[in-house]
């Protein structure tokens, strides 16, 4: 089984950004702890600030891998170019948030990813991600 992790923008400050909201371990961190916990499973890890190298990271491997864990950022909010990359592919996608993103301002609480994919999951930290791996395993 092979996984994508990415994440869009600003999740490069994991740990050093607003650690009332996303604590302060950074990804890297959380991503080894994630490689050692599903040896079987092929992780790979990607992250950009810049939305159409997100896209093009999409379409690479939108039709080869069995899933896509993804935490858009602030482009789940803005986005119609990422949506339609989902929506185009057929690796299915699991959107993944730190925090739970309706608790937020307002503008945080409408996705425009989330109908073209798979599901979401939000709220529960860097768990977040392992949730998101887990549905794969489980389906």
Same mark, same amino acid.
């Given at each position: &089984?092979?996984?994508?992790? &990415?994440?869009?923008?600003?999740?490069?400050?994991?740990?050093?950004?607003?650690?009332?909201?996303?604590?302060?371990?950074? #990804?890297?961190? /959380?991503?080894?702890?994630?490689?050692?916990? /599903?040896?079987?499973?092929?992780?790979?890890? /990607?992250?950009?600030?810049?939305?159409?190298?997100?896209?093009?990271?999409?379409?690479?491997?939108?039709?080869?891998?069995?899933?896509?864990? #993804?935490?858009?950022?602030?482009?789940?909010?803005?986005?119609?170019?990422?949506?339609?990359?989902?929506?185009?592919?057929?690796?299915?996608?699991?959107?993944?948030?730190?925090?739970?993103?309706?608790?937020?301002?307002?503008?945080?609480?409408?996705?425009?990813?989330?109908?073209?994919?798979?599901?979401?999951? &939000?709220?529960?930290?860097?768990?977040?991600?392992?949730?998101?791996?887990?549905? #794969?395993?489980?389906?």
């Amino acid at each position: &089984m092979k996984i994508l992790l &990415m994440n869009g923008p600003n999740l490069n400050l994991l740990g050093k950004r607003e650690r009332g909201i996303y604590g302060d371990t950074c #990804f890297e961190t /959380y991503y080894k702890e994630l490689v050692s916990r /599903y040896p079987h499973i092929e992780l790979e890890y /990607y992250q950009s600030n810049i939305e159409g190298e997100l896209i093009d990271k999409i379409h690479a491997v939108g039709y080869n891998y069995d899933g896509i864990v #993804f935490n858009a950022g602030a482009y789940t909010h803005t986005s119609v170019a990422i949506r339609d990359a989902i929506a185009g592919v057929t690796t299915p996608v699991v959107e993944v948030h730190i925090s739970n993103t309706l608790t937020r301002e307002n503008f945080r609480h409408e996705s425009i990813i989330g109908p073209v994919c798979r599901g979401s999951i &939000m709220g529960f930290g860097l768990d977040s991600y392992r949730l998101g791996i887990e549905s #794969f395993i489980k389906n």
